[in-house]
């Protein structure tokens, strides 16, 4: 009997305000007042209901979440419901008060966005002034209170030769783990065509996490880059080993993407998707009275990834399909076809003799 899929993380964006204007932003996000978005009653029937059946981890996301007057009620409730709470904050509001709030509220971790070694590329990127000084102050904000932090990248051509640059950044201001994220072009990062890697380059800076990984102090987990499962894979193989818990710990565990099977992003108004960067509706909660759990079990779109033979061109042929799957997001934006080939994968699929791996 086929192993059933339960959530393992959600992330919902709480709401869609946020001060910044990134370059790469999937919601085009701006500082203003959204109308839609859950009500404070809402948001508790809707963490009850995930409750009720699993206890993922939530990311509290947006746009900004600090931007909603309620967030720290919100993550209290989630924490006394035995959920692990985290916080995915821009930075730029980040103070003592607020950061013990944080703490408080039960959340046990956050996300710092670092897309440049220095101010200057930082701060082209986040398209304000002072972006970086003030991450960096979250950062000591966050260190000082002992809030755990992660750093995330977005990688892009004006950064992905600078990653070492970064994570070392990363490890000195005191991070815990550090997760590149490989740009998916929806939102603003329509605009940033010119500036995304190749699939060779792709393929390089994956090969890099894995290079690194294999002696870092700190994790490292890429995130929106599906086929470094395969990497991870192969370049074990090629050292005459196989992959197992004890030797790469949690990324023996995990999968390329996880929406609809581990993962469901859940938008500013309710809507449910696979991810935040795939706005295809897999359901709407509000009309199912805040019943995620009817849509996570129950979504043709959610079912349609979780069987391995509705993926088309390569990905449906390939040995690997069930640890990567491809990048959806990444083939709708440029076939329109969710299930098509993930676009930017160089590997050429063998016969499935080694689906299992």
Known sequence: MERKHIPRLIAWETTRRCPLNCRHCRA?????????????????????????????IIILTGGEPMARDDIYEIAKYGTSLGLRMVMAPCGIMMNEDNVQKMIDSGIQRISLSIDGAD???????????????????????????????????????LNYKNLDKILQLSMDI?????????????????????????????????????????????QMKPTCAPHYYRILRQKEKEAGRS???????????????????????????????ICGFLEEEAGDIRKTDMNFQEEWENSPLFLKMRDPKQYEGKCGECEYIRVCGGCRARAFSQTGNIMAEEPYCIYEPGKRKDASQ
């Not at 996000?29 to 995930?50: H, P, Q, V």
């Not at 990324?251 to 449910?272: D, E, P, Y």
């Open 243 to 273: 992959v197992t818990f004890e030797t790469h710990g949690l990324n023996a565990m995990t999968k390329g993407c996880l929406g609809g099977q581990g993962f469901s992003f859940i938008s500013h108004t309710g809507k449910v998707q």
């Open 119 to 157: 101010k200057e590329t930082h701060d082209s990127f986040r398209q304000v002034d002072g972006a970086f000084d003030s991450v960096m102050n979250a950062a000591r904000l966050a260190r000082e209170a002992g809030l755990e932090f992660q750093v995330n990248t977005t990688v892009t051509r």
């Open 174 to 218: 005191g991070a815990v783990s550090y997760h590149p994220f490989l740009l998916v072009p929806t939102g603003r990062g329509k605009n940033m065509a010119e500036f995304e890697i190749d699939s060779q380059e792709y393929e390089d800076v994956l090969t890099w996490v894995y290079e690194k990984s294999l002696d870092l102090p700190i």
């Open 28 to 56: 085009a996000a701006m500082d203003k007042n959204y109308s839609g978005e859950l009500t404070t009653e809402e948001s508790f029937r809707l963490l009850d209901n995930i409750a009720s059946f699993s206890k993922p």
